[in-house]
């Protein structure tokens, strides 16, 4: 019988070579995938038979990160995907792929990353959010080539359960179809978040003119009983944003 977590397994391997020989999982803390290098383990450089040889699997009990190199190819490997932290840069997976390796995530970061659905449409953030049951800190840098924020994003994000018990949320080059009034307004009731907005420099004059009227908002309110916001975009007029600046770093 197979232990239920890599801490146990590692006592038994170091306790008995049959075990591990005739098992073949390698446990490492992490798992580090970048273009020109080999595959990277824990603190060092996995040796290729374990990556080779169609029999060993890989437990990773830490962190999963994936920088212009596809992670597809590993899944068949993975023993268990009970990592915490999951870092994607430059890359396109599928909605199911997505799924199989983020049920325990706490910290993930997508750096222009697109997800697809089966059908090839590309699966919007909420949907994300809502396959992430454990997350605590979200960071999301759209793709510029397609977007993965809907008219009805912050709507459907506001009604998952454990949407409003995130730590920390990190959301970069932002379109104006996102209901920046509606997330202000959860902000300013959650009292926990503590959030990044980052927005698009192609927004229009209008929606910067949104963003700025919060902005006074927050300016001319004395005291807050909530995280503020940072709230990032070209074009704020210049003394209202140092006064801004220096009010978010001091929250």
Known sequence: MMPSNAKSYKKLVKSCKYFFSKNSIYVADDL???????????????????ITNETVKLWITNTVESYRCSLSPFFPKLYKTDFKKLDLSFQTISYNDFVFISSNVEDITFCEVIVKNEDATIVPLEKLVKALPKIKDISFIESRMSSCITLNTVKELLIIPHFSKINKINFREIPEIFDIETFFAFIKKNKQIKSHLDFSRSISIAYKIRLEAIIDEILQTENHDY?????DFWGCDPE????????VNND
């Open 32 to 50: 580090k995938l970048h273009p020109n290098t080999l595959v990277q383990l824990s603190t060092g450089f996995c040796p290729s038979f374990y």
């Open 227 to 231: 995280k503020v916001p940072f709230i």
């Open 240 to 247: 209202k944003w140092r006064k801004y600046r220096l009010l």
